[in-house]
């Protein structure tokens, strides 16, 4: 890879097993993509169960499948061909819609295994080639060679990675593919349902694949073997590349040191500043998305009709990036500030349909609406991230956001771990809110003292604020336990939560 003008870098957060996240970062630090996955989570999209049918609703047709980790999944009837679906068959069906905002996962049993470079498709019989893919002769010169490696009873879809791949790597995927099919099908047939019985990769894999091209020039990782594990991907499938791979293991949280935790608080705001002074406003809400563009602080420099339309063009950049960061999908309506003539109607447009052509999510641009909104459809291709980092505010009954409980644990290890590299302290008492207190200490707080070699004492505060954490007392274990005796005795609401008695 020779030098590049727009350098990209992946930030792989790997050090904490209980949340991963991994980070794209544009050539000027800025955040361009984010991905998360936690420990305790479920129904991950692509993983494949031997359920059972729990019942059937022929005025919906559809029909609940029990998948054996205490959420049913969803499935359309329509999306199953020549069997009648019966409460209690065992069926064999794949996530394709990650469990969200109080629903199940959407199941179906048309199955797809995707590998590096293609989507190979059991029981199907398509070819079919990534329209991404713009080259006619390259496409042709990929269809041709899947049609000659496609196994019988089997479709095949090559992916946009695949551009100027040799038919020997992609038969080496096609193999390594049907390898897997057969696998999933033995423990299909020895497995009792209901049960999962393929897992789709991990979060790192996932976005490696899905990621990784030439406009990324490093990865940096907080683990030697999560490092490792890159290198034999890179030297698997990008031989010829030459991406730096660099393991971080300074002090400072790696998020921290990229400036990534203050894009992620930005990245739950309702209110986005746009570089002009101009800003959006974005809500969502069960059945869409509605983003507001507002002038704001933008006054411009020659007249208001040139104003609006530099407003709206740099709202269109902006509403692209917010879209990807926040994986926002389903409907989108934008209210856009009204513009004069059809020209700069259909010039925002031809602006929106091509600032999304490398959107992976298909957002579809459907014209300016006579009250002047702009409406978009976007895949949903996995949970929000609003909310996979916040959840509706206890103190409010729903009515607004806090973060998720499991977000304010790691933001407490992550405080623990800034006071361990920098103190030779045998013992920690950290104050929180009581059910933040009692989730770490029934979830976590063994983990944690095992990891750090200390002894962590969590005390739930009742008059903290959700969020609220701070450390109370440290040293020595007999300093820290007589800091505690002399709480309780002051204070006998205090609950002192610890991993086993001292």
């Known amino acids: 890879m020779g030098t590049k003008t727009r350098a990209k870098k992946i930030i792989a957060n790997m050090i904490d097993s209980e949340e991963i996240r991994i980070a794209v970062l544009d050539d000027k630090g800025k955040l361009y993509n984010f991905f998360i996955e936690r420990m305790f989570e479920h129904q991950r999209t692509g993983e494949i169960y031997k359920a059972k049918v729990d019942s059937v609703l022929p005025g919906m047709h559809s029909a609940f499948l ?60 398509e070819t079919g080639v990534s329209k991404r893919i713009e080259d006619e002769e390259e496409r042709l010169r990929l269809r041709n060679i899947a049609k000659k490696i496609r196994p019988e009873g089997f ?87 030459n991406f730096e791979i660099n393991y971080y293991d300074g002090a400072i949280p790696i998020f921290d040191v990229y400036n990534i935790e203050k894009q992620l608080l930005e990245l739950q705001d309702r209110k986005v500043w746009l570089p002009s002074g101009a800003y959006l406003v974005i809500d969502q809400t069960e059945a869409l998305t509605v983003i507001d563009v507002n002038t704001g602080k933008f006054i411009g420099s020659k007249n208001l009709n040139d104003t609006v339309i530099k407003t709206n063009m740099e709202a269109a950049i902006e509403i692209a990036r917010q879209l990807r960061l926040r994986a926002l999908g389903g409907i989108i309506v934008v209210d856009f500030i009204d513009m004069n003539t059809d020209e700069n109607k259909n010039e925002l447009i031809l602006q929106l349909q091509e600032l999304f052509k490398d959107d992976r999510c298909k957002p579809g641009v459907y014209g300016v609406t006579g009250l002047g909104l702009v409406e978009i459809t976007r895949k949903r291709a996995r949970t929000d991230t609003r909310a996979a980092l916040s959840r509706s505010c206890p103190f409010c009954e729903g009515l607004g956001q806090v973060t998720r409980v499991e977000s304010v644990a790691m933001q407490i290890k992550r405080f623990i771990r800034k006071i361990t590299a920098s103190s030779k302290s045998k013992a920690l008492l950290i104050e929180a809110y009581p059910l933040v207190a009692e989730y770490i200490a029934e979830m976590l707080l063994l983990i944690w003292e095992e990891e750090f070699e200390i002894k962590i004492f969590i005390r739930g505060c009742p008059d903290f604020s959700w969020g609220k954490f701070r450390l109370e007392a440290q040293g020595t274990l007999n300093q820290v336990e007589n800091k505690i005796a002399a709480l309780e005795k002051r204070e006998g609401w205090a609950i002192v939560h610890r991993s086993s008695p001292t």
């Open 155 to 241: 479709g095949i879809i090559i992916r946009t990675v695949a551009e100027n791949c040799d038919k020997d790597s992609l038969l080496d995927d096609v193999n390594e593919l049907l390898l897997q099919w057969k696998e999933v099908q033995r423990k299909a047939k020895l497995s009792s349902s209901p049960s999962l019985v393929h897992k789709d990769l991990g979060l790192l894999e996932r976005v490696l694949r899905d990621e990784l091209n030439d406009d990324i020039d490093e990865i940096v990782v907080d683990t030697e073997e999560d490092k490792k594990n890159i290198e034999d991907f890179i030297k698997r499938f990008f031989v010829e590349a």
């Open 66 to 125: 029990n998948l054996g980790d205490g959420r049913n999944g969803f499935l359309y009837l329509n999306d199953v061909q020549g069997i009648e679906v019966k409460p209690g068959m065992d069926m064999l069906v794949q996530v394709v819609k990650n469990a969200r905002k109080g629903k199940g996962a959407r199941v179906s049993p048309r199955i797809s295994l995707a590998g590096h470079y293609m989507v190979l498709i059991p029981d199907g019989h």
